[in-house]
């Protein structure tokens, strides 16, 4: 194929491409200005009229981005004064969040430092955000910024998925938490969970991922599969645990290690084999 052949070909793959996708820079900024609009005080804001300003340049990019999604004014509108008739509520969950994992994690000194340094944070404030959004049937733009904060964070939570309150994500990185998940009040998890489905199959599925009752910890590396998996209230999951079944209320589900002391004499099996 020449290189004309080839631009003709490109450009009839474009014209068949789905404009209905927001831009995805715009949908970026925004989300990370609604985050420092909530939680990181702005130097210039030194009036209520400022901050009052700011709300409104946000709604306008929202209303902009919602329009790329459903291509009329009143539904954009309805949208942006939706979402942001609920800030409040989001904003004190979040503050709820934030002071969950002051309270269990030693190194954290105050919430601000949470909100300022902590990734789990944040990607709980976009998940949060998102899934407003989700709720109101925007689709593909809560999809645009929990996407975002997994490329920055590491922690992959899809915005469908159902989170209670003082939810706490410790380090992070590696997290993924699918769609039709759902999470109660006063959860830890630790870097490297997976809250995943069995299989892929794109079947009419509506509950495809676990659920985890409230004030339950799930340790660094355990994978939990399922949509009929049931994690009962109150009980831990620890390092590196795969479980496909449900257990009950104040269970505890670990690996047990298995240490062998060398002495004089050999193993009966050679320790230095390669594969």
């Not at 539904?75 to 994992?101: G, H, Q, R, S, W």
């Not at 469908?160 to 939810?167: K, N, V």
């Not at 645990?241 to 670990?254: A, D, H, I």
């Amino acid at each position: 194929m020449s290189t004309s052949e080839f631009i003709q070909h490109l450009y009839a793959q474009h014209k068949k491409v789905d404009t209905s996708f927001p831009d995805k820079e715009m949908a970026e900024q925004f989300i990370d200005q609604v985050f420092n609009f909530l939680f990181l005080p702005n130097k210039k804001h030194q009036q209520v009229s400022d901050l009052e300003k700011e709300l409104n340049i946000l709604k306008s990019y929202l209303s902009s981005l919602a329009y790329d999604v459903v291509h009329t004014e009143d539904k954009a509108e309805l949208i942006t004064e939706t979402f942001f008739a609920v800030i409040p509520d989001l904003y004190a969950t979040l503050m709820k969040d934030a002071n969950a994992l002051l309270l269990f994690d030693p190194a954290a000194r105050s919430v601000e430092e949470v909100i300022v340094a902590y990734p789990g944070f944040y990607a709980t404030a976009v998940y949060r955000l998102s899934h407003q959004l989700w709720e109101q049937g925007v689709g593909i733009l809560p999809r645009l910024f929990t996407e975002y904060a997994h490329s920055k964070t590491g922690v992959d939570i899809h915005p469908g998925a159902r989170i209670g309150d003082a939810f706490c994500i410790d380090h992070g990185t590696g997290i993924v938490i699918g769609e039709t998940t759902e999470i109660g009040n006063n959860v830890k998890i630790y870097q490297g969970v997976t809250l995943g489905a069995l299989n892929v199959s794109k079947d009419n599925v509506t509950k495809r991922h676990p659920t985890i009752e409230d004030n339950v910890t799930i340790y660094s590396g355990a994978t939990i599969l399922g949509g009929t998996t049931v994690i009962g209230k109150d009980s831990i999951i620890g390092g590196n645990v795969w479980l496909t079944y449900s257990v009950p209320s104040f269970s505890v589900v670990y690996h047990k290690s298995e240490v062998k002391v060398r002495d004089k004499n050999p193993f009966p099996e050679p320790l230095n084999f390669v594969i």
